[in-house]
């Protein structure tokens, strides 16, 4: 097989994995027995004393709840360009009694993703790990449905690198429906949900932010799973296979269980310098990676690419293409793995002289297709119509004016952003099964557009506070000649109706109340019988 490879001449490429080497955070059995265990039980019996858990449990001798995944990113984050994960699993539990290490799928000593007598799973996020905590996109959710017995959100120092002998972190245990426990580690300090012990818990309830507090290397979760057997706590190991060495379960206790290797693209983004990683004592100190990201660009300079991958495996590669908005390949890049990287950062240059003003996509394909969109120039404004189809995206300094239309295929995912605002005129429509986005981004050298609290005008939507804590008011002025009844709707990121009102007398303003709703990025929608705006609500 011939491999033709165009890169111009001064492109560049390497692998970067510096500061992402399997970590540590020594919680083990031992630890958990001797130091978190007695505190648990005894807030159990102060529970169960005052009713708010039943008063016996059965002793088991495995779990029987069912775990959903026990992270998620932001909305904000999920709909970045380039976006497509958030992390990697860095340590599986212990089996090994005694000395030495054994991994759920019999992966031994230093073959196995574990280290010597770890009792939980040990998951980080990725790429630009502290940059990422900082930014506070990576949030730990609870497993299942159960009750506070134990939490600390309020003390530690979150920035841990060397690893001391810091004892707690900021965590919170969560007692189940079957009388196991699961636990989460080194959140982020002051970022704890409102709950307090003995509060009830359902499943996703936001918890907390990772972090890296406590006994800590890097930022992570550490997620645990133990059980009360009659003889003391018990740690569990969730994943299982038949083929496997975890004989702490009989089968997996996870929902949807992940794979021992889960080859994926985390990020594809652009920068207009190379990311540097520093060392332990500056991150400690509060700073972060330089990861100088950045979209848009003029034309002569050089973009740097990273592409973020998990568990990047012995023979396996990547190739990149960079595509006009025509979609014609102006050059590619491909990179060899030469042995297994849990964490790899491929970095990559291009030099821009004499591309033109105008929309550009980076086209990766590792374990599927993956995009990301940057721009040379920053071209004012689009208006758009017709038929589009495939993975496309367009990016404005000032407005993108809309009235496309996209079939049902998945195959079909179309990106806007733009800096003031966005407008979906009669005619616009994407049908089922396709995926559109909608973000307000400057389309500035360097920058991008930055909430505020002010108000914030996108078009005729104006929303006080914004971003807000799930309580603001609509301010509908520019929309008092319009003579018929306007209909006002938010969606989640997963285009889900979450609130809607219909107006048919016309008012100057409109008080909304959803303060239960998780924080993130919505998008407010309003519209009448010849018009159709929509601007986005931010809550924290």
């Keep these: 097989m011939i491999l033709i490879l165009s890169i111009r001449a001064n492109g560049q490429s390497g692998k970067k994995t510096a500061d992402e080497e399997r970590f540590v955070c020594n919680l083990t059995d031992t630890y958990y027995n001797d130091h978190v265990a007695p505190r648990v039980k005894k807030n159990i019996d102060s529970l169960k004393l005052i009713?708010?858990?039943?008063?016996?449990?059965?002793?088991?001798?495995?779990?029987?709840v069912d775990l959903a995944w026990p992270l998620r990113m932001t909305a904000d984050y999920a709909s970045t360009s380039g976006v497509y994960s958030y992390y990697r699993i860095s340590n599986f539990r212990d089996l090994q009694a005694g000395t030495g290490m054994l991994d759920w799928m019999c992966n031994e000593d230093e073959a196995a993703r574990t280290y010597d007598g770890h009792n939980g799973v040990d998951i980080a996020p990725k790429p630009f790990m502290w940059q990422t905590m900082d930014d506070q996109v990576v949030e730990a959710i609870a497993a299942a449905d159960g009750i506070i017995v134990d939490f600390w959100g309020d003390g530690p120092f979150d920035r841990n690198c060397e690893n001391p002998d810091l004892g707690d972190a900021n965590f919170v245990q969560i007692l189940h429906s079957d009388g196991s426990i699961t636990s989460y580690w080194h959140l982020k300090t002051g970022s704890l949900g409102n709950f307090s012990l003995g509060d009830s818990i359902v499943t996703g309830q936001f918890l907390g932010k990772v972090g890296s507090s406590g006994n800590s290397t890097n930022p992570h979760l550490h997620f645990g799973v133990s059980i009360d057997d009659g003889s003391g706590s018990i740690g569990v190991e969730p994943w299982y296979s038949e083929t496997g060495c975890n004989t702490t379960v009989s089968e997996s206790l996870w929902i949807d269980q992940k794979p021992y290797y889960d080859q994926a693209i985390q990020r594809i983004s652009t920068h207009d310098a190379e990311p540097l990683y520093k060392e332990c004592a500056e991150y400690e100190a509060g700073e972060n990676e330089d990861v100088y990201i950045c979209n848009h660009f003029t034309e002569g300079t050089t973009m740097y690419i990273n592409v973020g991958i998990r568990d990047y495996q012995s023979y396996d590669f990547v190739t990149i293409d960079i595509l006009n908005s025509s979609g014609t390949v102006l050059e590619s890049f491909i990179d060899f793995s030469d042995g297994y990287d849990n964490s790899a950062d491929l970095v990559?240059?291009?030099?821009?002289?004499?591309?033109?003003?105008?929309?550009?996509?980076?086209?990766?394909?590792?374990?599927?297709?993956?995009?990301?969109?940057?721009?040379?120039?920053?071209?004012?404004?689009y208006s758009l119509s017709g038929a589009i189809s495939g993975t496309r995206g367009w990016l404005a300094g000032d407005n993108i004016n809309s009235t496309i239309t996209v079939s049902g295929s998945s195959a079909n995912n179309i990106r806007y952003e733009a800096g003031d605002y966005i407008t979906l005129n009669p005619?616009?429509?994407?049908?089922?099964?396709?995926?559109?986005?909608?973000?307000?981004?400057?389309?500035?050298?360097?920058?991008?557009?930055?909430?505020?609290?002010?108000?914030?005008s996108i078009n005729n939507i104006r929303i006080y506070p914004n971003p807000?804590?799930?309580?603001?008011?609509?301010?509908?002025?520019?929309?008092?000649?319009?003579?018929?009844?306007?209909?006002?709707?938010?969606?989640?990121?997963?285009?889900?109706i979450i609130w809607e009102n219909k107006i048919d007398i016309h008012t100057d303003k409109i008080h909304v109340d959803v303060y239960d709703l998780p924080k993130g990025i919505y998008s407010l929608v309003i519209n009448s019988e010849n018009s159709f705006e929509v601007s986005k609500v931010v809550i924290q």
Excluded: W
């Design 468 to 496: 807000n804590e799930g309580k603001f008011e609509i301010d509908l002025s520019a929309f008092m000649n319009i003579n018929t009844p306007l209909h006002l709707k938010i969606f989640d990121m997963k285009g889900e």
């Design 427 to 456: 005619g616009f429509r994407v049908s089922s099964n396709a995926q559109f986005t909608a973000k307000i981004n400057a389309c500035t050298i360097g920058g991008a557009k930055t909430a505020e609290e002010t108000t914030t």
């Design 348 to 381: 990559f240059s291009a030099d821009l002289e004499g591309y033109a003003d105008g929309q550009y996509s980076i086209r990766v394909n590792y374990y599927g297709v993956s995009y990301h969109f940057f721009t040379v120039g920053c071209i004012d404004a």
């Design 51 to 64: 009713g708010k858990i039943p008063s016996t449990y059965a002793k088991l001798a495995e779990p029987t």
